[in-house]
T-cell receptor
Framework: GQQVMQIPQYQHVQEGEDFTTYCNSSTTLSNIQWYKQRPGGHPVFLIQLVKSGEVKKQKRLTFQFGEAKKNSSLHITATQTTDVGTYFC??????????FGKGTRLSVIA | NAGVTQTPKFQVLKTGQSMTLQCAQDMNHNSMYWYRQDPGMGLRLIYYSASEGTTDKGEVPNGYNVSRLNKREFSLRLESAAPSQTSVYFCASAQEFGSPLHFGNGTRLTVT
């Protein structure tokens, strides 16, 4: 079945450093979604990418969808303590429901 | 607007006991989902209902049953709880199948 791999599993950064998490699917995706989960909270939808090669920005966050629609990345510029949490990608392929990656847990050291 | 409401927030069961986790959404969404989250395992889909009147198995359905009671409500039942079902359970809804998910606050279940 469809698999979504996400790396790294953990990332510790100094405040002000950049952060990137990568997502790879075993199948071509129709769309990919990104979620953020704060410690003790629930996942919250951030963004959806649909088009091949698409790039979207939300303030310091940049999301990319690969040309082959099998990979994606989330880049955070100049991390802040408010960025702490786990970032999940989730992909859809065909008529199957969303498949989540295992997430990247980001810690920011002030 | 409450969004997605899950009850209870916490529950402790003994092995073999049964219980039902309740979920309701007030966003008029068509699709609803149950996930479990375990450390290092991400979010795994238990069951989902793409639209009212339909339910389908997800990745980890064994030991669970669901009921889409109406458009608003989607319940998850554990008939005979096992320690392996200790987890955090999230209900989610979406406008349509494949649309972005709105999650509830979760139910933390411990089975002893």
């Amino acid at each position: 079945g469809q698999q979504v791999m996400q790396i790294p599993q953990y990332q510790h950064v100094q405040e002000g450093e950049d952060f990137t998490t990568y997502c790879n699917s075993s199948t071509t995706l129709s769309n990919i979604q990104w979620y953020k989960q704060r410690p003790g909270g629930h996942p919250v939808f951030l963004i959806q990418l649909v088009k091949s090669g698409e790039v979207k920005k939300q303030k310091r966050l940049t999301f990319q969808f690969g040309e082959a629609k099998k990979n994606s990345s989330l880049h955070i510029t100049a991390t802040q303590t408010t960025d702490v949490g786990t970032y999940f990608c989730a992909g859809i392929s065909g008529n199957t429901p969303l498949v989540f990656g295992k997430g990247t847990r980001l810690s920011v050291i002030a | 607007n409450a969004g997605v409401t899950q009850t209870p927030k916490f529950q402790v069961l003994k092995t073999g006991q049964s219980m039902t986790l309740q979920c309701a959404q007030d966003m008029n969404h068509n699709s609803m989902y149950w996930y479990r989250q375990d450390p290092g395992m991400g979010l795994r889909l238990i069951y989902y209902s793409a639209s009212e009147g339909t339910t389908d198995k997800g990745e980890v359905p064994n030991g669970y049953n669901v009921s889409r009671l109406n458009k608003r409500e989607f319940s998850l039942r554990l008939e005979s709880a096992a320690p392996s079902q200790t987890s955090v359970y999230f209900c989610a809804s979406a406008q349509e199948f494949g649309s972005p998910l709105h999650f509830g606050n979760g139910t933390r279940l411990t089975v002893t």
